[in-house]
């Protein structure tokens, strides 16, 4: 069956799984020129193939088995020990999104997530804190980029954490065939070159959103507004920003009309709905005008639980003028849809499942799996599509929010239309 987010499952018939094959055929010759060799483009077909069909594993044994190969040597050879660039068929897959999901108003999603390993031979694994797990296991950590627009969502962009423990030491490093070019970086530093790479793709992105790993850094955030994308990040309590000190006191003294319910998508219960409040910041002239003219304008954002509203979470915003609250708050939703694709590439594809311990091996199988997982989505959108027409997007009340509180937007609920 072909699922997408939020719909039933749709059966597959015959007919359908012939047009199934014939369009990843056609995925498959868009990149089969990145394999230079016959032999090679079938193991990768058999490859992704495997990751698609339902093996129990999928690992190269399992895989293989699934292909008719009577020992998994090809297939840990496309892996290991063949000639083709991962980063080529990321291209690549940037591309296939963009034509399959890609649509104005298209939200670019920075997280990361573990893969708990065992022993301290794969490339990047020691004990660090994996939000997967929920606390310090022995894993290795990736940092993802995902897309999602009302068509779907898939990851298009991957860069494996090297903690300084690994880049500190260069023997480690060439045992597990890390490029000796490759150097410690932040975890922040590896998503600023997925996005510059994102934003440098057919990609269509007007906003990117993160969670406050992300949204609590200062250069993160000057280098999207540097770039002229909207942003709705999260960030700790503690957070400063312009004409505030911390955030929590800035909505502290909100009134309780600054406060709406509000969807800002739908889960797996039904509508994710929240208490919204925003304010309007100050701007900053040397990125918010062009010329003497302003062009973009900053908020202040925060989300209540109704159940429990004590707990609050905070987001810096960034955005075009004439933006609604609304539209902050579908942004503001929109990171969820990482988790998403994290726990479907993992459970559909495998994503989760190598037993690679070489750095190149990484990126390897983590592209392909994303791949298969990029063709599920833009499969699932077509079939939708096709048999049930356009589904209503949340947060489209028509609600306004207006009212300003000294030099800033205090949003308030407004007559619905």
């Known amino acids: ?45 058999d490859y992704v193939r495997g990751l698609l069909a339902p093996v129990a594993r999928k690992n190269s044994w399992q895989l ?13 050879h496309l892996l290991a020990g063949s000639k083709w660039e991962p980063d080529d068929i990321r291209d690549d897959l940037q591309d296939y999104v963009a034509g399959k999901l890609g649509e104005a108003g298209g939200v670019l999603i920075i997280d990361d997530t573990g893969f708990i390993k065992k022993g301290n031979t794969s490339a990047g694994v020691q004990r660090q804190y994996s939000g997967t797990a929920g606390r ?82 200062n250069r993160f955030r000057r280098l999207l507004e540097q770039s002229g994308v909207g942003y709705v990040l999260a960030v700790p309590k503690s957070q400063f920003s312009v004409g505030c000190s911390r955030i929590d006191d800035l909505f502290a003294q909100a009134p309780d009309e600054a406060w709406e319910k509000i969807s800002c998508g739908d889960g797996a219960k039904g509508p994710r709905a ?70 479907a590439a993992k459970n559909e594809c495998g994503l989760d499942q190598y037993e690679v311990r070489r750095y190149v091996g990484w990126y390897r199988h983590i592209t392909l799996a994303m791949l298969a997982h990029a063709f599920l989505a833009a499969t699932a959108h077509h079939s939708w599509e096709k048999g049930a027409g356009q589904v209503r997007h949340p947060g489209s009340s028509g609600s306004q929010w207006r009212r300003f509180a000294d ?6 609920p407004g007559p619905r239309t």
Not at 192 to 199: G, I, N, S
């Open 407 to 412: 030099s800033w937007q205090l949003v308030v």
């Open 274 to 343: 929240y208490h919204w409040a925003a304010v309007r910041l100050p701007a900053v002239t040397e990125f918010d005008y062009q010329g003497e003219v302003p062009h973009r304008m900053r908020w202040a954002v925060a989300r209540r639980s109704i159940r429990r509203p004590d707990e609050i979470a905070y987001y810096l915003a960034y955005a075009p003028l004439h933006v609604t609250v609304q539209e902050l708050v579908r942004v503001a939703g929109a990171r969820w849809a990482i988790e998403e694709c994290f726990q």
């Open 136 to 217: 310090t296991e022995n894993c290795q950590i990736g940092v993802f980029a995902a897309y999602a627009t009302t068509r779907g969502r898939a990851l298009v962009d991957r860069e494996l954490y090297l903690p300084k423990s690994w880049t500190e030491d260069r023997e480690r490093c060439r045992t597990a065939r890390v490029p000796d070019e490759r150097e410690f970086a932040t975890k922040g530093q590896l998503a600023r070159h997925m996005v510059l790479r994102a934003l440098a793709s057919p990609l269509p992105i007007t906003w990117v959103t993160a969670d406050s790993a992300y949204g609590q850094d």
């Open 64 to 76: 293989a088995e699934q292909a008719g190969h009577s020992t998994p040597d090809g297939l840990q």
């Open 1 to 45: 069956m072909v699922t997408a987010a939020g719909q039933p499952p749709r059966v597959i018939t015959e007919s359908a799984a012939a047009q199934w094959d014939l369009e990843l055929d056609d995925l498959f010759l868009t990149i089969g020129h990145r394999f230079g060799r016959v032999e090679l483009r079938r193991r990768m077909r």
